[in-house]
């Protein structure tokens, strides 16, 4: 028997938490187009007839701006100790800059085996893959190469069968219907921000962030019942997230809850509120609810 800890490590929109999702079969991890949506370490667990995987998302690794980007940062960089393989995902439609080099030179510098994922292929041509191929297998010395699509599946196993090739022998870490490390609380306010990430695109920036206020599991009420605060850096942003009498708060919350209600198999009621908060991004006791660790 195979087990051990993989961490999927890269720059932000790499494809991780897609790619995490895809494997577990679960959805852990929120999914936008919008730089740093993952903001903290998630761990997904899967059961082989070989053995087992814990993956170990992370936040993709940029220029520390405020308080809560450090804190993701670092997250990201603990990532890369204390693993038996590190995965180094790149998206391979994009074009390479500095933060592709400085992430190849976190990975020479840690001292695990590292697999190269080379993400999106189903965006390129494939003659384009071997000259990244050659760049990358000449700055460090990978056990192995995967192209692959996280988004449509294509060459994901092959990805899984590479991790269990160069995982250690033991036993498993986890019981076998062990997922995830993440509380439930956690995964409401992500499903809510996701929301709000999705249906404001355009109107609003990165810098909005959920905290659960209450969070009640079902007792004498059957349902569970969540009360959300979505916090935004300016006054003018609030009414881009309540929308036009209420229209898009409400719709947040509507999709919100049937992704909620899907994934506890149970009626859910999600309570809303927007709040004005600036600077929340340098707020420690915000980053410490939002589950952002302090070095």
Known sequence: MKAGFVSLVGRPNAGKSTLLNRIVGHKLAIVSDKPQTTRTRIVGVKNYPEGQVVFVDTPGVHK?????????????LEAMRDVDLLTLVVDVSAKEGPGDRYMLDLVTQAAVPAVLAMNKVDLIAKNRLLPIIDRYRQAHAFVDFVPLSALDGTHVDVLERVFLEHLPEGEPFYPPDYVTDQPERFFAAEVVREQVLRLTRDELPFSTAVVIDSFEEPGDDPRFSIYATILVERESQKP???????????????????????YFNSRVYLDLRVKVK??????????????????
């Open 64 to 76: 520390p701006m405020h308080r809560m980007n450090v804190r993701m940062v670092d997250v990201a």
């Open 240 to 262: 881009i997230v309540i929308g036009r009498g209420g229209a898009m708060i409400k719709e947040i919350g509507t999709v919100a809850r049937q992704e909620l209600e899907r």
């Open 278 to 295: 600036s600077e929340w991004r340098d707020d420690e006791r915000v980053l410490d609810e939002m589950g952002l660790r302090r070095r």
